[in-house]
Structure formats: C-alpha cells, structure tokens
C-alpha cells in the first residue's frame, strides 16, 4: 500500500552551494500586478527627482598655474595624467588621481599655444609665442638635473597650433602655413597654404589618420590630406571659426566651434551645410573635444561655461558653471569616458563627471541593475510633462539667463520680421533660409 | 626618301665638324648641301657626301664676303628712305638658328615634315606597328597642342582630385558608421579581450619546448601527427566529429520534424475522441479497451513475461486507485438517481448492479506473486510517467524525483539511457505485436511510429553522446525552440516595442543625412532657470511648464442628439434596476462543512469564491455605489440661483417674505442627459481632472509618427515585478558601455575589417537559407 503524501523536488529549492542566491519563486501573473503603467510611471518620476538631486557634477579643481590656462593635453597611454600649458610659458603635469602638480616646466617664453602627447605616450610636444617647436620627456628629470627638452625646432613664425599624428612620428603646425614635420627633421616635410596667412587650429583625423582640418583667420575650415601636395577642400563660414574636433569613432564626422555661439558638425563629404548647427552658448565657442565614444562632446565658452552636447542634438543636455569659474578656454573628455577637465582663465583646472548624477566606483551588481532599470524607466517617460519639466531643469547664473533670454528675444524678432518682408513681397522672391544653410557662406574648391 | 638620307649624313658630319671648327663654317655647308637638286638617289649621296667635303676648304670665305656686302646694301637702300631711323641693335643666339640637332628653320622649302620622315618607317621592319600608328595618327592631327592652364586652374583640378580621393577613401567607413548607430548596445573600448580565464591553449601557445627530453617527446607527438593543444583530438578524430555531413542532419532533422507532426495528430485524435460526449461510445470503448488488455496480457504472459508483469502492475495500480476514489460506489449523482429508479425500472436496476459488480472486482485485493520492494525497483523513469495517476505526480514534469525514489541522481543520463533501452526495444517489439492484435484497432500505425522514432532517438542517444552529441543537442534545442516558439514570442514583441522609438529614428535618418538622427528633438533643450536644486522638495517646486495646460477637446454638438437616440433604442429593452440589482446577493449560504484544503480538488475554485462571498458579507457595495452616482448626479444638476436681495425698498424683520416682483430666480438649461443614464453599474463622469492632465503627454513627441506607435512604448512594462530576470536584463540592457579604467582608443583600421568579415558571414548565411 502506497501513502501518498506532498513531495517536492529538492532541486527546485536546495542551492548547490550556500554562495548561489537563494532561489525566489514568483507568479508573474499579471493579474496578481495590476496597474503597471501606473506604478513605473511613479518609478520613473523618483529616479529622475533622485538624478536631480544627486546631480553633483564638480569634483575638484586644480590649481598651482601663475597664469590662465591656455591648452591642455591628455595622456594617450595613461588615464591619470594631465598636462596644461598656461600663459606665462609654464607646462605642469597633474597626477589626477592624487589632484596633485607632480612637474613643473617653464617650456616657452609667452604664451604656450598647444600642447600634445606622443602616441606612444613617451614624450610631448609644446610649441610657444617664441616661435619653437620643443619636445619634452614624459619622465621628470633626476635630482639636480635640469628640465631639458629633447628637441628644440626654431620656426620662422609663431606657431598656433598642434597635434600629433595617430600611429606615425608626424605631428602637424599651424601659424602662418600648416606645415607637416616629421619627428627627425628640423624643417617639414609638407607646407601648406592657400591664400591664408594665420591659422588657429590644425587636427588629425583619429581614424583616417592622414587626413587633416584646419581654422583660419579668414573665417574658413580648410581640409588637408597628408599625402597630397595640396589642400582638399575648404568653407567659409559667416564667422570665424576657433577649433576643430574630429569624431574618434566616425571617421567623416568633426564638429567646430564658432565665434558665432554656435557649434557645426560637418560630414567632410558634403561641406555645403552641416549636418548639425549645436546652440545653446551664449558667447563664442572656444573649445570643443569629444567623448572617446564619440557619441558626445562637450564645448568650452567665453560664457563661462561648459556644455555637454549629444553628437546629433541640436541642444545641449547638460551645462556645468561654477561662481568661479571666468572664461573657459580649452576642453578635454577624458579617455575613459567619465570626466571632463577644463581650462580656465582664472588659472584654475576643473575636473568635472561627465554624467551629473552618475555614482564614481565600482558599482555592486544589484546596484548596476538598479541604476540600469531606471535609466530605462526615464528614458520610457521621457516625454511624460512632469517628468520632462523635472528632468531638463538646469540653474543658470543671473547674467547667463539673462543674456540668453536676450538672445532668445532677438531671435525671435529677426524671425518675425523675415516672415513678415515674406508676407510683404512677391511670392518666392524670400525664399526660406534653414538654420543650417544660413551660416555657410562658400565651399572654395 | 633619297634626300633624307642626304640630310641626315649631313647632320652626322655637321656634328663632327662642329667640334673642329667654328660654327658659321657649317652653317653655309648645310646651306650648299641643301641647295642643291636632287638628281639620283645613289650618286647623290655620294655627290653630296663629296662636295660637303670639298666646299667646306674653298666657297666658305667668298660666300661670307658676299652677305656682308648684301647687308650694307640693303642697310644704304633702307636709309635712303626718308625717316633716319637708328636700327636697333639686335642680339641675337646662335643657338636660336642653329644646333646641332635641329637644321635652320628659315628654308621654307627645306622645312622637315612628318610625311618625309615617315617614309622610311614603311621600309624598316624595325619599327613596331604600335609606333607607326601612333606616328600616323599625329600626322593626321592638324591641331596645335592648348596652352598650359594658369597655375590656380592646374591646383583647383589637383585639389578636385584630392578631395575626390579622400572622400571616397573615408566613405569605407559608411556601414561601421550606421551599423554602430543602429546598435543596440555598445561596448568600449572596442578591441576588448574577452574577459574570464582565457584558454590554457591560448596560454600556452608562446611556450616553446626547451629541455632536450620535451622537444623529444614533441617531436614524436608531431611525427605521429598527435595533438599537444587542447582541444585533444587528433586529425582522425576531428575529421570523424567532422562527418556529421549535412545530409545526416538533414535526415535527422527530417525524422524530428516528422515524429513531431504525428505527435501532434496523435494529440489532437485524442482530443477529439475526448469532446466526444455520448457515454456510450466511451462505455463501449472502455469495455473493448478492457477485454482487450485482458487478452494482450494472457498472450504476453507467454510470450514476454516482464511486459506483463508491468502490465498486471498497470492494473492493480488502478485497483489501488478505485480503491482510494469512491467512483463506484453508490455515491455518485447517476447511481443515487439510478437508486431511486431501481424500484420501478429493470434497466436501472441492473446498471447498479452492474456497477457495483465492478467496485468489487476493482477493489477486491489481488494476491500478485510480487514483492511490493520489487515493483518500486522495476518503476522506470520513464514509465512511471505514464504509470503513476495523474493526480499523484501533477507536480513532477521534469526531471525525475530522486528523493521520492530513495536514490540520488549520480549518472543520470547514463542511468536513464540504460533503462531507456530496454524499455524502447520492448516497446517495439509490443509495438509490432499489436498490429497483429484486433484490440489495437484503436491505436493507429501512427503511434507504432512514434514509438519507433522514440526508440531509434534514444539509440542514437546511447552511441553518439561521446562523439557526435553536441549536432545532435543543438538540433534537439533546435527543435525545442521551434516548440516553445510561441513562448518566446511576447518577449519578442517585447523587444520590438523598445525599438521602436529607436526605429523611428531610423526612419528619419534614412530621410535626412545618415547622421543627423535626433535622438532628442528641438523641443528637449534644458529648461535653465535661475531656480537651484537641492533637495527633492525644490524640485517640487519647479513651475510647471504651460504646455502641460490640457487643451480642450472638441466638443461636438451632435453629441446629445445621438445619445438620445440611442436612449430611444434602449428603451424598449429599458433595465429595471430593480431586477438587475437585488439584495438577494447578499444572502450566502454558508456551507456547513469546512471544505476541505486539498488544493487538488477540483471544487476548490468553487469554494474559494464562497470564501470571497463570506468575507464580505456584510458590505453592502452595491447600494454605496448607487447611493455615489446620485449624489454625481445631483453634482452635475444645475442649481437655481437665488438673487433677491431682501430688505430693499422695504420694511424689514422676521417672518417677512419678499413680494412677488422680486422673487427672481435664476435657472440655467438643463443639461444634457447623462451617459450613464441607462447604466445601472456604471458611472460615467464626464468631468475633465486636472490633477490627471497634469500627468498626461498632450501632444505626439517628435520621433513618433502616430499615437499607436507612442502608446507602444508603454504596453509592456519593464520591472522585475513583471518579467523574468532574464527579459528584465535583456531589456535595461544599457546603451553604451564602457569598462573601468580603460582608454578608449579611437576607432582603428581593424574594424573595419571586422565589420566586413561580419557583414561577410551574414550574407553567406542568408544566401545559405535562401538556398535551402
């Protein structure tokens, strides 16, 4: 005779080891969850109130420059150094992680217009007012020795700007010409000009390494090839352009930063518009550097302030300011994704997260999944009102928000009164200008 | 074609001479020689050659006198003419007039052409063919070569050229670019290592025999042709693992697929046979069922006496089962009709009997020569599936219970492939039996396969798992998601409605240039104001902005009418509230016996809604909620508005009332008949609320295209209160992922390459589905 009696299988509830989790059963029946609309909407709106307020984006500042910061330069082999380059001449080398100067140089007399890793990360590049090209070593000399750099290129005209090629001992000038050297020569190895005689800023492709943009004073974007004799191709824009940044994962893509407020990304191939007209500053553009992801970049401007822009918005998602904070001239994303540093007037380096409300550490796995679900439940309602309203809201110092309120009005009244001589002559002798045709003026073949 | 050669013997001498002597000398030579007429071909070239030489030691002084005084003469003529004109003094090169590779150009006659020269090149075989086309074709061509383009045309072309080149060079990039957009996730640095332990192959690959003994025993493990990397086979073995053909799988596939549909027609047969409802169609089947089992087991006995051990196990299981059930006994709601009926009807009377005849053949306990102990041994895995009553063993799908055999799971596999065996093969055997059987009418050759396809399954199984198990596991998997197809499919749609926002994105791309998706629109700036946030307090007091103002909607004044006539329609049918709703529901009967808590039983579902019924009991819902739509009504009703003002022009004091003239009253239009009017259960505000609209999207956001798509987005939640871990992971997979501390490089060549290999692979498997 056979007892029947309530058996279950072990396996479904003993763990295998006592570090396995223990083992949850759950009826998802919907039935048993009702009002799951209503219940991630709420969700939603706490996560976003809790991003807001956890938004704290300044981590430190690094001071020791005599003068305002005129160039930084990132590390290309480790994350936490940094190089600035200040207006007195001085080079300091910052340990980020300590937020200390561990090397002090006077690398030029005047100004040091740009600054640049090696690839190899083994020596950097400066170039000053004084009209030289000086290599450095990365190490710090012994004790009692003296800061020597390993090179030193004494050009004909003051140099503007630089950068160093992706793989190969090349790096790229600009001043009066951009010239190409190679490492070994003293003279270079390619000059070229086209009807231009300054230039402010020169760049290498990071992907298509030998291809080159240049800013010049006459308001133009010019492209170069390396291997060519000649330029490639250059627009003219209605104000002059400062720098230049190339997309590190989208080899056609680089976006500029215009005396006109404005930032443009440009697909090289069709330079007869943008692809993207950026806004949002409320003063010339003076830096711009994208994210190694190249999905952002974030821009510096003579406002006094930093803004983080996604590569195909035309506005920006988040802008950093600090009462301290006086015009900031130069930019840089850090290569892991997670910080910004700029530089600033008022000689100070500020080291910012890229993402506001993002927690710095490792995260434990239930936290990452955590922070994950609600990435997604705010990115689900983001167009839900109360949610938008909590989750755009920025704070603005007085003059900023007034003087883009001004720009705003002034907009407007242009705009008004276009339509208005539309309305008032003969069909189609206004025709309507988009945004982004309005602030090309030529591409010069 | 003879004086050309006379000229060029020239030009050879002219070239000797102009080492010896000076240069006007051989100009005059030339001038002799070519003065002079052609004659014959043969003698000429000696004439010539001759007098070159002759002329040069006697004519050469007179002839220069003789210019000299022709010069002055002109020079005197030309100054007689009026105008004293001082000519101006000429330098000029000898080499302009004379060289020693070109003759003097101003003998008009003497001018080379092409035609002369080409004569030659038809008499020497020398020439190759493609010359002297090329030769003709100048000849032809009558037009002076264009002038050098100025030097700021020749570098736009260059810069046009460049440009163009550069272009297309970066234009390689398109599909990374695009792929990497449609993305769902990205994970930088884009060269990772896989994390985890890497392969001790891998490992172990720049390691290289160094003692004597080691690069021995490599050696003869080469020469043998041995494996000394993992995984351990050696080319044999692999192309052994290898022959698996395709033509195999497909075999194998096929037999699969065929056992499956017959499954499944077997399945819906029975389903059929079970709706059937007439009882006694299922009498007679069982009766037929019965006596044959009882023959089919008398034959086996002789023939396979373990099968039919298992089968009287069968029977005195269902004993067992009849003996806990009381299912004929006399209890049930037929038998206690077929009691009262006994008295009067003789049919009734005998089916009783009949029953209980079976009660006491089914509980009587049979004396079986089996040892109970043996019996539980003998209970296979697999056939005490089919074995065991079902509401025993509900619980127990997969794998088999250990615990409730007394045994651990050691080998299971092993251990189940064993007695699989067996088993199968006595399945077939009884399989081809009874065919030969007339009860096994019923059981078509449909299940005799199944059971063939079972068995041969199972042998494969058994021979295979070592060398070629893992084809065989993938094509199970295969099969068995085809099978749970359906399952997986929510989470599909799950899937596609997360993408459809990114979806819709693509569809502007693809409009707009490749890039320039907006992930957030025009409308998504930040809204920056001088407020500052610090705790979730301040956030609250953020204004709202205007647009999350709802609009009005459109009021149409058709409305009423048509609600109207709607009320006209119903009201034939016009619900008494009355007879829908009565208090009568409050009355529950309590059952008398608790009921029992075997959640097996099938009158539990019954009970629990009792249960629900008593505990609310006492609530009369129903009238709260008719007692709640009238005071909505009254709401909705419009109020009559007194204005007299008493007192005025009058005298005053208690108990006066005011006249007739001023009793004004205000009283607006009724307002149209409510929508739930002829709605008992219902209530139906139509009322906007505020504090809602205050939560709703008011208008379509950008990269939607209609509502449907929008709504989309929120048809499946995401939590874990709702999805399985896995969905739930796979669905708050993040966008972008980057590992700590690690740089990320910029995008590199390599990618490129491996995004062609990729794209490469899709194709060729798409192509190969195609073909199939």
């Given at each position: 005779?056979?007892?029947k009696?309530?058996?279950?299988?072990?396996?479904?509830?003993?763990?295998?080891?006592?570090?396995?989790i223990?083992r949850?059963?759950?009826?998802?029946d919907?039935?048993?969850?009702?009002?799951?609309l209503?219940?991630?909407?709420?969700?939603?709106?706490?996560?976003?109130?809790?991003?807001?307020?956890?938004?704290?984006?300044?981590?430190?500042?690094?001071?020791?420059?005599?003068?305002?910061?005129?160039?930084?330069?990132?590390?290309?082999?480790s994350?936490?150094?940094?190089?600035?380059?200040?207006?007195?001449?001085?080079?300091?080398?910052?340990?980020?992680?300590?937020?200390?100067?561990?090397?002090?140089?006077q690398?030029h007399?005047g100004?040091?217009?740009?600054?640049?890793?090696?690839?190899?990360?083994?020596?950097?590049?400066?170039?000053?007012?004084?009209?030289?090209?000086k290599?450095?070593?990365?190490?710090?000399?012994?004790y009692g020795?003296?800061e020597?750099?390993?090179?030193?290129?004494?050009?004909?005209?003051?140099?503007?700007g630089l950068?160093?090629h992706?793989?190969?001992?090349?790096f790229?000038t600009?001043?009066?010409?951009?010239d190409?050297?190679?490492?070994?020569?003293?003279?270079?190895?390619?000059?070229?000009?086209?009807?231009?005689d300054?230039?402010?800023?020169?760049?290498?492709?990071?992907v298509?390494?030998?291809?080159l943009g240049?800013?010049?004073?006459?308001?133009?974007i010019?492209?170069?090839?390396?291997?060519?004799?000649?330029?490639?191709?250059k627009?003219?824009?209605?104000?002059?352009?400062?720098?230049?940044?190339w997309?590190?994962?989208?080899?056609?893509?680089?976006?500029?930063?215009?005396?006109?407020?404005?930032?443009?990304?440009?697909?090289?191939?069709?330079?007869?518009k943008?692809?993207?007209?950026?806004m949002?500053?409320?003063s010339?553009?003076?830096?711009?550097?994208?994210?190694?992801?190249?999905?952002?970049?974030?821009?510096?401007s003579?406002?006094?302030?930093?803004?983080?822009f996604?590569?195909?918005?035309?506005?920006s998602?988040e802008v950093?300011?600090?009462?301290?904070?006086?015009?900031?001239?130069?930019?840089?994303?850090?290569?892991?994704?997670?910080?910004i540093?700029?530089?600033s007037?008022?000689?100070?380096?500020?080291?910012?997260k890229?993402?506001?409300?993002?927690?710095?550490g490792?995260l434990?796995p239930?936290e990452?999944?955590?922070?994950n679900?609600?990435?997604?439940?705010?990115e689900?309602f983001?167009?839900?009102?109360?949610?938008?309203r909590?989750?755009?809201?920025?704070?603005?110092?007085?003059?900023?928000?007034?003087?883009?309120?001004e720009?705003r009005?002034?907009?407007?009244?242009?705009?008004?009164?276009?339509?208005?001589?539309?309305?008032?002559?003969?069909?189609?002798?206004?025709?309507?200008?988009?945004?982004?045709?309005?602030?090309?003026?030529s591409?010069?073949d | 074609m003879?004086?050309?050669r006379?000229?060029?013997?020239?030009?050879?001498?002219?070239?000797?001479?102009?080492?010896?002597?000076?240069?006007?000398?051989i100009?005059?030579?030339?001038?002799?020689?070519?003065?002079?007429?052609?004659?014959?071909?043969?003698?000429?070239?000696?004439?010539?050659?001759?007098?070159a030489?002759?002329?040069?030691?006697?004519?050469?002084?007179d002839?220069?006198?003789?210019?000299?005084?022709?010069?002055k003469?002109?020079?005197?003529?030309?100054?007689?003419?009026?105008?004293?004109?001082?000519?101006?003094?000429?330098?000029?090169?000898?080499?302009?007039?004379?060289?020693?590779?070109?003759?003097?150009?101003e003998?008009?006659?003497?001018?080379?052409?092409?035609?002369?020269?080409?004569?030659?090149?038809e008499?020497?075989?020398?020439?190759?063919a493609?010359?002297r086309?090329?030769?003709?074709?100048?000849q032809?061509?009558?037009?002076?070569?264009?002038?050098p383009?100025?030097?700021?045309?020749?570098?736009?072309?260059?810069?046009?050229m460049?440009?163009?080149?550069?272009?297309?060079e970066?234009?390689?990039?398109?599909s990374?670019?695009?792929?990497?957009?449609?993305a769902e996730?990205?994970l930088?640095?884009?060269?990772?290592?896989?994390?985890g332990?890497?392969?001790?192959?891998?490992?172990?690959?720049?390691?290289?025999?160094?003692t004597?003994l080691?690069?021995?025993?490599?050696?003869?493990?080469?020469?043998?042709?041995?494996?000394?990397t993992?995984?351990?086979?050696?080319?044999?073995?692999?192309a052994?693992?290898?022959?698996?053909?395709?033509?195999?799988?497909?075999?194998?596939?096929?037999?699969?697929?065929k056992a499956?549909?017959?499954?499944?027609y077997y399945?819906?047969?029975?389903?059929?046979e079970?709706?059937?409802?007439?009882?006694?169609?299922?009498?007679?089947?069982?009766?037929v069922?019965r006596?044959?089992?009882?023959?089919?087991?008398?034959?086996?006995?002789?023939?396979?006496?373990a099968?039919a051990?298992?089968e009287?196990?069968?029977?005195?299981?269902?004993?067992?089962?009849?003996?806990?059930?009381?299912?004929?006994?006399?209890?049930?709601?037929?038998?206690?009709s077929?009691a009262i009926?006994?008295?009067?009807d003789?049919?009734?009377?005998k089916?009783?009997?009949?029953q209980?005849e079976?009660n006491?053949?089914?509980?009587?306990?049979?004396?079986?020569?089996?040892?109970?102990?043996?019996?539980?041994?003998?209970?296979?895995?697999?056939?005490?599936?089919d074995v065991?009553?079902?509401?025993?063993?509900?619980?127990?799908?997969?794998?088999?219970?250990?615990?409730m055999?007394?045994?651990?799971?050691?080998?299971?596999?092993?251990?189940?492939?064993?007695?699989?065996?067996p088993?199968?093969?006595?399945?077939?055997?009884?399989?081809?039996?009874?065919e030969?059987?007339e009860?096994?009418?019923?059981?078509?050759?449909?299940?005799?396969?199944?059971?063939?396809?079972?068995?041969?399954?199972?042998?494969?199984?058994?021979?295979e798992?070592?060398?070629a198990?893992?084809?065989?596991?993938e094509?199970?998997t295969?099969?068995?998601?085809?099978?749970?197809?359906?399952?997986d499919?929510d989470?599909?749609?799950?899937?596609?409605?997360?993408?459809?926002s990114?979806?819709?994105?693509?569809?502007?791309k693809?409009t707009?240039?490749?890039?320039?998706?907006?992930?957030?629109?025009?409308s998504?700036?930040?809204?920056?104001?001088?407020?500052?946030?610090?705790?979730?307090e301040?956030?609250?007091?953020?204004?709202?902005e205007?647009?999350?103002?709802?609009?009005?909607?459109?009021?149409?004044?058709?409305?009423?009418?048509?609600?109207?006539?709607?009320?006209k329609?119903?009201?034939?049918?016009?619900?008494e509230l009355?007879?829908?709703?009565?208090?009568n529901?409050?009355?529950?009967?309590?059952?008398?016996?608790p009921?029992?808590?075997?959640?097996?039983?099938?009158?539990?579902?019954?009970?629990?809604?009792?249960?629900?019924?008593e505990?609310?009991?006492?609530?009369?819902?129903?009238?709260?909620?008719?007692?709640?739509?009238?005071?909505?009504?009254?709401e909705?009703?419009?109020?009559?508005?007194?204005?007299?003002?008493?007192?005025?022009?009058?005298?005053?004091?208690?108990g006066?009332?005011?006249?007739?003239?001023?009793?004004?009253?205000v009283?607006?239009?009724?307002?149209?008949?409510?929508?739930?009017?002829?709605?008992?259960?219902?209530?139906?505000?139509?009322?906007?609320?505020?504090?809602?609209?205050?939560?709703?999207?008011?208008?379509?956001p950008?990269?939607?295209?209609?509502?449907?798509?929008?709504e989309?987005?929120?048809?499946?939640?995401?939590?874990?209160?709702w999805?399985?871990?896995?969905?739930?992971?796979?669905?708050?997979?993040?966008?972008?992922?980057?590992?700590?501390?690690?740089i990320?490089?910029?995008?590199?060549?390599?990618?490129?390459?491996?995004?062609k290999?990729?794209?490469?692979?899709?194709?060729?498997?798409?192509?190969?589905?195609k073909?199939?």
């Open positions: 005779m056979k007892v009696v309530l058996s279950r299988n072990p396996d479904d509830y003993v763990r295998e080891t006592k570090y396995d223990q949850v059963p759950r009826n998802y919907p039935s048993l969850h009702p009002f799951e209503s219940r991630e909407y709420t969700r939603a709106l706490n996560a976003t109130k809790l991003e807001r307020v956890f938004a704290k984006p300044f981590l430190s500042s690094l001071d020791g420059h005599r003068d305002g910061v005129n160039c930084l330069a990132k590390h290309t082999r994350l936490s150094t940094l190089l600035s380059g200040s207006c007195d001449g001085v080079v300091k080398v910052w340990n980020l992680t300590k937020r200390e100067c561990v090397r002090t140089l690398a007399e100004f040091v217009r740009g600054m640049v890793v090696r690839y190899c990360g083994s020596s950097f590049f400066t170039i000053g007012d004084d009209k030289t090209i290599q450095w070593n990365m190490e710090a000399p012994g020795e003296e020597e750099p390993l090179n030193t290129i004494l050009g004909k005209t003051v140099f503007t950068d160093h992706q793989k190969k001992g090349v790229a600009c001043g009066q010409q951009v190409i050297w190679d490492e070994q020569r003293s003279t270079p190895i390619r000059s070229f000009s086209w009807g231009v300054s230039f402010s800023s020169v760049r290498f492709n990071p298509e390494t030998e291809l240049s800013c010049a004073s006459d308001r133009s010019v492209l170069y090839d390396m291997r060519e004799s000649t330029p490639l191709k627009v003219i824009m209605t104000m002059r352009t400062n720098t230049l940044c997309n590190p994962m989208e080899a056609y893509f680089f976006t500029c930063a215009n005396e006109d407020y404005n930032l443009y990304t440009y697909d090289m191939r069709y330079l007869e943008p692809c993207k007209v950026h949002d500053h409320v010339a553009v003076l830096d711009v550097d994208y994210s190694p992801t190249g999905l952002e970049f974030v821009s510096a003579f406002d006094k302030t930093v803004r983080i996604p590569k195909d918005a035309g506005h998602r950093y300011h600090t009462k301290r904070m006086q015009h900031v001239i130069c930019i840089k994303w850090s290569a892991d994704n997670k910080y540093l700029s530089g007037d008022e000689m100070n380096i500020r080291l910012w890229a993402n506001a409300a993002e927690k710095l490792v434990a239930r990452r999944e955590a922070v679900y609600s990435q997604k439940l705010k689900k983001q167009h839900y009102p109360q949610i938008k909590i989750a755009r809201h920025r704070h603005l110092p007085k003059n900023i928000y007034h003087q883009r309120n720009l009005v002034m907009k407007e009244a242009r705009r008004r009164k276009e339509t208005n001589v539309r309305k008032h002559s003969k069909p189609g002798s206004v025709p309507v200008v988009s945004e982004k045709e309005k602030h090309v003026v591409v010069v | 003879a004086h050309v006379v000229r060029c013997s020239v030009i050879c001498i002219m070239a000797k001479v102009s080492k010896k002597k000076g240069s006007k000398k100009k005059k030579v030339v001038m002799s020689v070519e003065e002079q007429p052609p004659v014959n071909e043969e003698e000429e070239e000696e004439a010539g050659m001759a007098g030489e002759g002329d040069i030691g006697s004519s050469g002084e002839e220069g006198e003789d210019e000299r005084k022709r010069q003469l002109l020079q005197a003529i030309s100054a007689l003419g009026g105008k004293r004109k001082k000519a101006l003094g000429e330098r000029s090169e000898a080499a302009v007039d004379m060289s020693e590779f070109s003759v003097n150009p003998d008009g006659p003497g001018k080379v052409q092409l035609s002369d020269l080409m004569g030659t090149l008499k020497t075989p020398a020439v190759p493609k010359t086309k090329l030769l003709e074709n100048l032809r061509n009558k037009k002076t070569v264009d002038s383009l100025s030097k700021q045309e020749t570098e736009r072309i260059q810069r046009g460049a440009f163009q080149k550069a272009a297309t970066v234009s390689r990039w398109d990374v670019i695009t792929q990497n957009q449609r996730q990205l930088f640095p884009l060269n990772q290592e896989p994390a332990p890497r392969p001790i192959e891998r490992l172990v690959a720049g390691w290289k025999a160094q004597p080691e690069q021995e025993v490599f050696a003869l493990l080469s020469a043998n042709k041995q494996p000394f993992d995984p351990i086979l050696t080319p044999a073995e692999e052994s693992v290898k022959a698996m053909s395709l033509e195999e799988a497909k075999i194998r596939r096929a037999e699969l697929q499956r549909a017959l499954q499944s399945e819906a047969k029975a389903r059929r079970k709706k059937i409802k007439s009882k006694k169609y299922h009498k007679v089947q069982n009766k069922k006596k044959g089992l009882l023959k089919h087991i008398e034959q086996m006995i002789k023939t396979d006496p099968a051990m298992q009287l196990n069968k029977m005195e299981l269902a004993r067992m089962q009849e003996r806990m059930s009381l299912k004929h006994q006399n209890s049930s709601k037929w038998a206690k077929k009926m006994a008295k009067y003789e049919e009734a009377r089916a009783m009997q009949q209980l079976m006491r053949e089914l509980t009587q306990k049979l004396v079986t020569p089996l040892n109970e102990e043996e019996e539980e041994e003998e209970e296979g895995a697999a056939g005490e599936a065991l009553p079902d509401f025993v063993n509900d619980a127990v799908d997969g794998p088999p219970n250990p615990w055999k007394g045994k651990l799971t050691e080998e299971p596999t092993k251990e189940q492939v064993n007695d699989a065996a088993e199968a093969a006595s399945v077939s055997a009884a399989a081809a039996e009874e030969e059987e009860w096994a009418a019923d059981k078509t050759e449909e299940e005799a396969l199944l059971r063939e396809f079972d068995c041969r399954r199972k042998r494969h199984q058994a021979q798992s070592d060398t198990g893992s084809i065989f596991q094509e199970m295969e099969a068995a998601a085809e099978d749970s197809g359906a399952s499919c989470e599909e749609a799950r899937s596609e409605f997360r993408s459809i990114r979806g819709g994105e693509e569809g502007f693809a707009e240039a490749v890039n320039c998706a907006d992930r957030t629109d025009e998504a700036q930040l809204e920056e104001r001088l407020i500052r946030i610090r705790t979730v301040d956030l609250e007091r953020l204004p709202h205007p647009s999350a103002e709802p609009r009005d909607p459109p009021t149409t004044k058709a409305q009423p009418s048509e609600e109207k006539r709607v009320g329609s119903k009201k034939k049918k016009g619900i009355k007879e829908v709703l009565t208090k529901t409050n009355i529950i009967k309590v059952p008398l016996a009921t029992g808590t075997d959640s097996e039983d099938p009158e539990a579902k019954v009970d629990q809604k009792g249960l629900i019924k505990a609310f009991a006492g609530d009369d819902v129903i009238s709260d909620f008719l007692k709640d739509k009238r005071r909505q009504e009254d909705g009703k419009p109020k009559v508005i007194d204005l007299t003002l008493p007192g005025w022009g009058e005298w005053g004091g208690l006066l009332k005011p006249p007739k003239r001023k009793r004004r009253k009283r607006s239009a009724p307002p149209p008949p409510r929508k739930d009017q002829r709605l008992p259960t219902v209530i139906i505000t139509e009322k906007k609320n505020a504090s809602i609209s205050l939560h709703q999207v008011h208008s379509l950008f990269p939607f295209e209609n509502h449907a798509q929008f989309s987005c929120f048809r499946s939640p995401l939590g874990r209160t999805n399985t871990e896995r969905t739930v992971k796979k669905v708050t997979k993040p966008r972008v992922v980057t590992q700590m501390g690690a990320i490089d910029p995008m590199a060549e390599e990618e490129l390459l491996r995004n290999d990729a794209v490469a692979r899709e194709t060729s498997s798409v192509n190969s589905k073909s199939r």
